[in-house]
């Protein structure tokens, strides 16, 4: 196995990094976190970097070595992430990059990518089919630059685990989100080199655990197909190098579900301000349901990427304030006659419990015909008893139930 040159990577980003061209990202210590978790819990902000996400670290070295080697043209498939860091990585260095996304790519990311310079090309309905199209455009002079299967790329992204240990050199705990694995590749390999005590701790989407499959399967695996909110970590197979630096230098793969994702975006957005997408903050979901136990130790999670569709976000932290009872569902059967809705709805106002949707059940055929269901969609202070609401409305003369209502970690 070939050892990245980490020193020269980390010398050549450190240079860009004096310039204002990439960023030396923040290592932030989340009170909050530390007081769940019971230890000491940074949080590596590459949701702040250049790009959106670590991507042009890789993209940056890798570009910089193989320019040496003759190339001025590279050429690569990504609907994301990836796709970015590479044009950026050429518009700093003056050469050209094609990118070859997936027809069904957001346009967002695609006008993104185009205006850091590169060439889009827009192939097929998957990241696969994108990359078989990107294979076929590759000439002589081209350089095919992968997201992740590259001994360039992976000491690119190894100057994230550089930069903890300069940050705190004592280090117990890195937690890292995997995909390809070039991410997670680099950091352990950085940070095991100048701290072998250290745990390195993978996590996959629970809808995407082609790593995590892999190691306990003993073998590289391929998943059917992926299903998750984390599409930057929706890979379906490993790399051959990143696998051979995973199963060296990383010591356990562990698995959130979109749920858990969820949660963590909401709780980085609230308590941090910090905007994750669902790859970059499946990390903190690992530590948020002690999956990764942290207890008495110094843990840094890190936040890779903050590129999240707008609409996503929205659904995403809607769903996550359902699971955590911030917004109730209250359903009754009132009678079907005027006044009988701003009634309740004034019991409601009473318990500073805003309505942000409401709508009637008519059309039940169980539903007794001079009655109707009505359902009222609310944001509840987060230290409300709705039990007590559900009280008031009984003393107005109106039955109502709770309807989904969750809390971090079930029902």
């Known amino acids: 196995m070939s050892e990245p040159p980490l020193e020269e990577a980390a010398k050549i980003i450190g240079e860009q990094q004096r310039r204002g061209l990439i960023h030396r990202t923040?290592?932030?210590?989340?009170?909050?976190?530390?007081?769940?978790?019971?230890?000491?819990?940074?949080?590596?902000?590459?949701?702040?970097?250049?790009?959106?996400?670590?991507?042009?670290?890789?993209?940056?070295?890798?570009?910089?070595?193989?320019?040496?080697?003759?190339?001025?043209?590279?050429?690569?498939?990504?609907?994301?992430?990836?796709?970015?860091?590479?044009?950026?990585?050429?518009?700093?260095?003056?050469?050209?990059?094609?990118?070859?996304?997936?027809?069904?790519?957001?346009?967002?990311?695609?006008?993104?990518?185009?205006?850091?310079?590169?060439?889009?090309?827009?192939?097929?309905?998957?990241?696969?089919?994108?990359?078989?199209?990107?294979?076929?455009?590759?000439?002589?002079?081209?350089?095919?630059?992968?997201?992740?299967?590259?001994?360039?790329?992976?000491?690119?992204?190894?100057?994230?685990?550089?930069?903890?240990?300069?940050?705190?050199?004592?280090?117990?705990?890195?937690?890292?989100?995997?995909?390809?694995?070039?991410?997670i590749s680099g950091i352990a390999y950085a940070v095991k080199r100048a701290r072998p005590s250290a745990k390195i701790y993978g996590v996959q989407a629970a809808g995407a655990p082609s790593v995590y499959r892999s190691l306990r399967e003993g073998r590289i695996v391929t998943l059917d197909r992926v299903d998750t909110i984390a599409d930057g970590i929706a890979v379906k197979r490993p790399g051959e190098i990143t696998m051979e630096f995973i199963e060296r230098y990383v010591d356990d793969v562990v698995l959130v579900d979109d749920n858990e994702i969820a949660d963590a975006i909401y709780f980085l957005a609230e308590r941090t301000r910090v905007i994750a997408e669902g790859a970059g903050a499946a990390s903190v979901a690992a530590l948020m349901t002690g999956k990764v136990d942290v207890r008495g130790r110094k843990a840094v999670a890190v936040v890779s990427g903050g590129n999240i569709d707008a609409t996503i976000l929205v659904r995403v932290l809607n769903k996550a304030m359902a699971r955590q009872g911030r917004i109730v569902k209250f359903v009754g059967e009132v009678p079907d006659r005027p006044g009988m809705l701003a009634a309740a709805a004034s019991v409601l106002a009473e318990h500073g419990v805003n309505v942000i949707d409401v709508y009637h059940e008519r059309y039940d055929p169980h539903q007794r015909p001079n009655y109707v269901e009505l359902v009222f969609v609310t944001e509840v202070p987060g230290n409300l008893d709705v039990g007590r609401v559900l009280r008031g409305l009984e003393e107005r003369g109106f039955k109502f139930k709770i309807s989904q209502v969750f809390a971090i970690g079930g029902r």
Do not use: C
């Not at 590169?118 to 089919?129: I, N, P, R």
């Open 26 to 183: 923040p290592l932030l210590r989340s009170e909050s976190l530390s007081r769940l978790q019971g230890g000491e819990v940074y949080l590596k902000l590459e949701a702040l970097q250049k790009t959106g996400s670590f991507k042009i670290r890789g993209a940056y070295y890798a570009m910089y070595k193989y320019i040496q080697e003759g190339f001025r043209k590279f050429i690569t498939a990504s609907a994301g992430n990836h796709a970015q860091g590479v044009a950026y990585a050429a518009q700093l260095h003056g050469v050209k990059a094609v990118v070859v996304m997936p027809s069904t790519t957001p346009w967002l990311k695609v006008k993104k990518t185009m205006d850091y310079g590169a060439e889009v090309v827009l192939h097929g309905e998957s990241y696969y089919e994108a990359e078989k199209k990107a294979l076929e455009l590759v000439t002589p002079d081209t350089k095919f630059l992968h997201a992740y299967n590259d001994i360039y790329v992976i000491a690119g992204q190894g100057t994230i685990g550089v930069e903890v240990v300069e940050d705190l050199g004592d280090v117990d705990v890195v937690v890292v989100p995997i995909g390809g694995g070039g991410l």
